[in-house]
T-cell receptor, first 111, second 117 residues
Framework: AQRVTQPEKLLSVFKGAPVELKCNYS??????LFWYVQYSRQRLQLLLR??SRESIKGFTADLNKGETSFHLKKPFAQEEDSAMYYC?????????????FGQGTILTVHP | DAGVIQSPRHEVTEMGQEVTLRCKPI?????LFWYRQTMMRGLELLIY????????DSGMPEDRFSAKMPNASFSTLKIQPSEPRDSAVYFC???????????????FGPGTRLTVL
């Protein structure tokens, strides 16, 4: 069975500091990974997907199959980055269509 | 498009009462998901449907929970009888089926905040 672990429930940084939200996964096949974000009073929404190798709002995430990780990084955090972040894994197969989410990390960026 | 619509947005009820949460997915989406969000456990998938058919209900906590999708534009999640530990935010999400997982973004509703006293 697949599993996603976000070891930090809370993460605080100051504006302009680098930030890294950790995500580790467990899955025997070839995973597809995503980061979703929930800003205050907004809906949970897709931030980025590993297959696109994109940078969204300054965030990037690299899939490391050796370490089974998909950490989310931003070199200079902004106050508007404060939100709940979820890492999610798509495993396919008989679970096609389903995402497995981590427990989430609340990021607070202080001025 | 208004996106995924959920009702009610807030529900306060007493232990033992029946609770029904409603969801209207985005038109044309083949998948519908029900999630529960709590501080302790994060975001948990309860059940999901493909073309109105339940595919995986292994996340439904117990028999008190049931979900239906009578047609492509409506789904309900029912808790009967409700208990204080059911207090959480319940999300509905829908996604299209574009043949590749990476393109099947899930679109979430605003959630229903349930409080069971």
């Amino acid at each position: 069975a697949q599993r996603v672990t976000q070891p930090e429930k809370l993460l605080s940084v100051f504006k302009g500091a680098p930030v890294e939200l950790k995500c580790n996964y467990s899955y025997s096949g070839s995973p597809e990974l995503f980061w979703y974000v929930q800003y205050s009073r907004q809906r949970l929404q897709l931030l980025l997907r590993h297959i696109s190798r994109e940078s969204i709002k300054g965030f990037t995430a690299d899939l490391n199959k050796g370490e089974t990780s998909f950490h989310l990084k931003k070199p200079f955090a902004q106050e508007e980055d404060s939100a709940m972040y979820y890492c999610a894994l798509f495993a396919g197969g008989t679970s096609y269509g389903k995402l497995t989410f981590g427990q989430g990390t609340i990021l607070t960026v202080h001025p | 498009d208004a996106g995924v619509i959920q009702s009610p947005r807030h529900e306060v009820t007493e232990m033992g009462q029946e609770v029904t949460l409603r969801c209207k997915p985005i038109s044309g989406h083949d998948y519908l998901f029900w999630y529960r969000q709590t501080m302790m456990r994060g975001l948990e998938l309860l059940i999901y449907f493909n073309n109105n058919v339940p595919i995986d209900d292994s996340g439904m906590p117990e028999d008190r929970f049931s979900a239906k999708m009578p047609n492509a534009s409506f789904s309900t999640l029912k808790i009967q009888p409700s208990e204080p530990r059911d207090s959480a935010v319940y999300f509905c999400a829908s996604s299209p089926n574009r043949g590749r997982a990476s393109y099947n973004e899930q679109f979430f509703g605003p959630g229903t905040r349930l409080t069971v006293l």
